[in-house]
């Protein structure tokens, strides 16, 4: 498996445009979480999908931020508009409960999409 | 809710043995896990600890006391290649959330 794919590793943009997060997770994982890192604020969850159902999007900053899991092999994290305090890695992580326990708590994450909002 | 904490910082020679701390507090518990983060890389899952003990993966270790709410990774014969962030983590109660803790920035000095 190729893992969890991110789409594109690194955005520049200017505030005020769309940006648009993409990712696809491990072929038969049944979770997929993405999360955002900065310095400040460390690994936060923003939101997660259990077979591509939103579950808690108590992370989510505000509502220019929305997320969509049209399929069990596809996910995209919009922005929109953008702000320069958006900037951060965003990562997208899935996992299977298959295995149990211990399943729930092994993610495996994408590399990451790098965003900088000018 | 959840809340972790461990060190911020920790730097140890080459070769040598190191132990990062973390502490914390939750509602309820699934167990702690493990993750590893390299400079621009993303995290990595190293072990999980549902019950008390020590749990073993070749160089890394893992041990957990419930009773303490605290667990602690152990490397040994630490490598330069070991330097990176080490992030303990538990899972929200009642959700599939991983909360993560601040990290613990690990440098490897020869």
């Known amino acids: 498996d190729a893992g969890v794919i991110q789409s594109p590793r690194h955005e520049v943009t200017e505030m005020g445009q769309e940006v648009t997060l993409r990712c696809k997770p491990i072929?038969?994982?049944?979770?997929l979480f993405w999360y955002r890192q900065t310095m400040m604020r460390g690994l936060e969850l923003l939101i997660y999908?259990?077979?591509?159902?939103?579950?808690?999007d108590s992370g989510m900053p505000e509502d220019r931020f929305s997320a969509k899991m049209p399929n069990a092999s596809f996910s995209t994290l919009k922005i929109q508009p953008s702000e320069p305090r958006d900037s951060a890695v965003y990562f997208c992580?899935?996992?299977?409960?298959?295995?149990?326990?211990?399943?729930?708590?092994?993610?495996?994450f994408g590399a990451g999409s790098r965003l900088t909002v000018l | 809710g959840q809340s972790l904490e461990q060190p911020s910082e920790v730097t140890a020679v080459e070769g040598a043995i190191v132990q990062i701390n973390c502490t914390y507090q939750?509602?309820?518990?699934?167990?702690l896990s493990w993750y590893q983060q390299h400079d621009g890389g993303a995290p990595t899952f190293l072990s999980y600890?549902?019950?008390?003990g020590l749990e073993e993966t070749g160089r890394f270790s893992s041990f957990l006391s419930r009773s303490d709410s605290y667990g602690y990774l152990l490397l040994q014969e630490l490598q330069m290649k070991d330097s990176a962030s080490y992030f303990c983590?538990?899972?929200?109660?009642?959700?599939?959330?991983?909360?993560f803790g601040s990290g613990t920035r690990l440098l490897v000095r020869p």
């Open positions: 999908f259990n077979n591509n159902v939103p579950i808690d």
């Open positions: 992580a899935s996992s299977s409960t298959g295995q149990g326990a211990e399943g729930a708590n092994v993610l495996t």
């Open positions: 600890n549902a019950l008390d």
């Open positions: 983590a538990v899972r929200d109660w009642g959700s599939y959330k991983l909360i």
């Open positions: 072929s038969g994982h049944d979770y």
């Open positions: 939750t509602s309820g518990f699934y167990g």
